[in-house]
T-cell receptor
């Protein structure tokens, strides 16, 4: 595997389900990000981790819970989501001090 | 208020018809400006980083330029495979990232 990978690529869940999104980066970076992308809206930064420490949480509802066990892996745990949470969830990584972010393919989430 | 605005929202070009996409920004201080390409159903693919006014970067048919208030992505003699959404992002001095809503480019054979 190369670059940034995300699983699953597609997810359909009910409002009472619990699921997790997984991201893995193979670039040796030390910063990882979760973004939400909705139609006709700019990418919304959700969470930032630098060296496994969460450094940013942009007022994201508690039904989204991130986890970063090491600098290569990032999870987004989902529970009791709402239909308006349906979107493309993108993971990205970068090397601190070099600001380009490299994105994964995303997980298309649909909440019924 | 810090923000990034891209125009036009959508652009249709004939193959070989050159044009430019615009990204205007207002931030308290610019650390870097980034251009990405995004194909349907995929994540954004990094194209360029620009750091200071007057800087230019080129890659194949694409050329990015930067002024103190905006950036342009010039597309010279585009081909159908250049069809995609092009995203602009700005990193402010406080390390906040701001993305535009993108320009959807369609190149017609």
């Amino acid at each position: 595997e190369t670059g940034v990978t995300q699983t699953p690529r597609h997810l359909v869940m009910g409002m009472t389900n619990k699921k997790s999104l997984k991201c893995e980066q193979h670039l040796g970076h030390n910063a990882m990000y979760w973004y939400k992308q909705s139609a006709k809206k700019p990418l919304e930064l959700m969470f930032v981790y630098n060296f496994k420490e969460q450094t940013e949480n942009n007022s994201v509802p508690s039904r989204f819970s991130p986890e970063c066990p090491n600098s290569s892996h990032l999870f987004l745990h989902l529970h009791t989501l709402q239909p308006e949470d349906s979107a493309l969830y993108l993971c990205a990584s970068s090397q601190e001090g070099i600001n380009e972010q490299f994105f994964g393919p995303g997980t298309r989430l649909t909440v019924l | 208020e810090d923000q990034v605005t891209q125009s036009p929202e959508a652009l249709r070009l004939q193959e070989g018809e050159s044009s430019s996409l615009n990204c205007s920004y207002t931030v308290s201080g610019l650390r870097g400006l980034f251009w990405y390409r995004q194909d349907p159903g995929k994540g954004p693919e990094f194209l360029f980083t620009l750091y200071s006014a007057g800087e230019e970067k080129e890659k194949e048919r694409l050329k990015a330029t930067l002024t103190k208030k905006e950036s342009f992505l010039h597309i010279t003699a585009p081909k159908p495979e250049d069809s995609a959404t092009y995203l602009c992002a700005v990193q402010a001095l406080g390390n906040q990232f701001y993305f535009g809503t993108g320009t959807s480019l369609t190149v017609i054979p």
